[in-house]
């Protein structure tokens, strides 16, 4: 299997530019790699690296978009400097997608920013929810008709230890291995989860497909196990950049992490026939619209 990583060694983020190379390979599903690239910590943020500051009852300490804060334990003074570390890591990790994908910028939707002080490998999870095994992002919730989930992370651990990932096959390479295992797109059913709030919106066919696949993957050992794969450590000190739910990982170690995810609507890309949308498109031979092709879900068509 060819790398799925691709190594940039920019060491500042204002010298970064984008090139059509890096953006091809970012939308053929590889992981932008750049190893010297550090988001230095302000005196007195090294207090911040703890993993008792994030309440026990969430996943992830997270920054809304509209400033406030949610997930963390401590006093208004450890909070605001919570905010404040996670809100300079969303203007740098904004502005090196800027520079990289500057098509993207009027189009892009801002999502959370989050900090994970939490030690990967002591997560207790359900098969479903265990990212230490490989898939590609997809939600039960929050159906998305094709918009792309692009993330930025960066490893700012202070014991100078790696976050560990396995990178799998490119996307249509594992959507060929897993669409004939898919269970069929019943309607009735999306309209059902939908009235039940089991969704916050109706659920397309896109949406039920990638769910099929990420699903298949995480349980599926024998892929896990067996299929081409490569693990790469992110050192401490570095940044990576991928489209999450294109990119084949699986997150097997680590601890102290800044993400901040963007949201790219359908046909926004510099190569549209490169996404996932258009990949199973292809590949299933129709328009993924939610309700057998009806008008209700048209941002699910074929970009």
């Given at each position: 299997?060819?790398?799925?990583?691709?190594?940039?060694?920019?060491?500042?983020?204002?010298t970064?530019?984008?090139?059509?190379?890096?953006?091809?390979?970012?939308?053929?599903?590889?992981?932008?790699?750049?190893?010297?690239?550090?988001f230095?910590?302000?005196?007195?943020?090294?207090?911040?690296?703890?993993?008792?500051?994030?309440?026990?009852?969430?996943?992830?300490?997270?920054?809304?978009v509209?400033?406030?804060?949610?997930?963390a334990?401590?006093?208004?003074?450890?909070?605001?400097a919570?905010?404040?570390?996670?809100?300079?890591?969303?203007?740098q990790?904004s502005?090196?997608?800027?520079?990289l994908l500057?098509?993207?910028?009027s189009?892009?939707?801002?999502?959370?920013?989050?900090?994970?002080?939490?030690?990967?490998?002591?997560r207790?999870?359900s098969?479903?929810?265990?990212?230490?095994?490989?898939?590609?992002?997809a939600?039960?919730s929050r159906p998305?008709?094709?918009e792309?989930?692009?993330?930025?992370?960066?490893?700012?651990?202070?014991?100078?230890a790696?976050?560990?990932?396995?990178?799998?096959?490119?996307?249509e390479?594992?959507?060929?291995?897993?669409?004939?295992?898919?269970?069929?797109?019943v309607?009735?059913q999306a309209?059902?989860?939908?009235?039940?709030r089991v969704?916050?919106?109706?659920?397309?066919?896109?949406d039920?497909?990638?769910?099929?696949?990420?699903?298949?993957?995480?349980?599926?050992?024998?892929f896990q196990?067996?299929?081409?794969?490569?693990t790469v450590?992110?050192?401490?000190?570095?940044?990576?950049?991928?489209?999450?739910?294109?990119?084949?990982?699986?997150?097997?170690?680590?601890?102290y992490m800044?993400?901040?995810?963007?949201?790219?609507?359908?046909?926004?890309?510099?190569?549209?026939?490169?996404?996932?949308?258009?990949?199973?498109?292809?590949?299933v031979?129709?328009p993924?619209?939610?309700?057998?092709?009806?008008?209700g879900?048209?941002?699910?068509?074929?970009?």
């Amino acid at each position: 299997m060819e790398s799925q990583i691709v190594r940039i060694e920019n060491d500042e983020w204002h010298t970064v530019q984008g090139n059509d190379a890096w953006r091809a390979a970012l939308e053929a599903g590889k992981v932008l790699f750049f190893p010297n690239l550090a988001f230095q910590l302000q005196p007195g943020e090294q207090a911040l690296l703890r993993p008792d500051i994030r309440d026990p009852g969430v996943r992830n300490i997270s920054l809304n978009v509209d400033g406030s804060l949610k997930g963390a334990v401590g006093d208004a003074a450890t909070q605001a400097a919570l905010a404040v570390m996670i809100a300079r890591f969303r203007e740098q990790a904004s502005a090196l997608i800027a520079a990289l994908l500057p098509f993207y910028v009027s189009a892009l939707r801002l999502a959370p920013t989050s900090y994970r002080p939490t030690q990967v490998e002591t997560r207790t999870q359900s098969w479903r929810a265990d990212d230490r095994r490989l898939h590609v992002d997809a939600f039960p919730s929050r159906p998305n008709y094709g918009e792309r989930i692009l993330r930025v992370f960066a490893n700012i651990n202070p014991d100078g230890a790696a976050r560990v990932w396995r990178v799998g096959e490119p996307f249509e390479t594992v959507a060929r291995k897993f669409l004939p295992k898919a269970k069929p797109y019943v309607p009735w059913q999306a309209r059902l989860l939908e009235k039940l709030r089991v969704t916050k919106s109706l659920r397309s066919e896109y949406d039920h497909l990638m769910l099929q696949l990420h699903d298949g993957m995480k349980s599926d050992m024998d892929f896990q196990q067996h299929s081409q794969q490569e693990t790469v450590g992110f050192p401490a000190g570095s940044v990576w950049v991928c489209f999450s739910d294109q990119a084949s990982h699986a997150v097997m170690s680590g601890q102290y992490m800044l993400e901040q995810t963007l949201h790219l609507p359908p046909g926004h890309a510099y190569d549209p026939s490169a996404s996932p949308l258009a990949i199973l498109t292809r590949l299933v031979g129709r328009p993924l619209y939610g309700l057998d092709g009806a008008a209700g879900i048209t941002r699910a068509s074929t970009p």
